[in-house]
């Protein structure tokens, strides 16, 4: 996860070249606002530990949570590799109809791609502790 200011922009995939020094990768665009956890006027603001500052990323945005289950697994068969006998390269990412090298992240994890990533691998574990 790539963020400004602790507040998520993007996820970057990519594979380093150590022969050539470089970074080939995709970053998948996100809609913040899609993200955001919904605030409860009800709840008390929770007291927090005096040295812990945790990143917005983690506690405002629930995008942790549905890349840990099983999220980089269905970016990761989006993604195009050319492998040759000799290196592996990223291509890009599929979006419909060409290879891209950015594209946006709610494309690829939608609830169709989830569906279709627990029919073909059987995977009943969705949530983890």
């Known amino acids: 996860m790539v963020g400004i200011k602790g507040h998520p922009v993007g996820v970057k995939s990519y594979i380093f070249d150590p022969y050539e020094s470089i970074e080939r990768g995709v970053f998948f665009y996100i ?5 955001k956890l919904k605030e409860d006027p009800n709840q008390k603001k929770k007291r927090q530990k005096r040295f ?24 990761q068969n989006h993604l195009i590799f050319d492998e040759s006998s000799t290196k592996c390269t990223l291509t890009g990412v599929w979006t419909g109809d060409s290879i891209s090298q950015s594209e946006l992240l709610e494309n690829v994890l939608t609830l169709n791609n989830f569906s279709n990533y627990y029919r073909e691998t059987k995977d009943t574990e969705i949530f983890y502790d």
Do not use: H, T
Request: charged share 15%; glycine share 6%; with cysteine.
């Open 31 to 35: 809609n913040p606002q899609l993200w």
């Open 52 to 75: 812990i500052l945790a990143l917005p990323m983690i506690d405002q945005y629930c995008l942790d949570g549905v890349l840990k289950a099983k999220g980089f697994e269905i970016i």
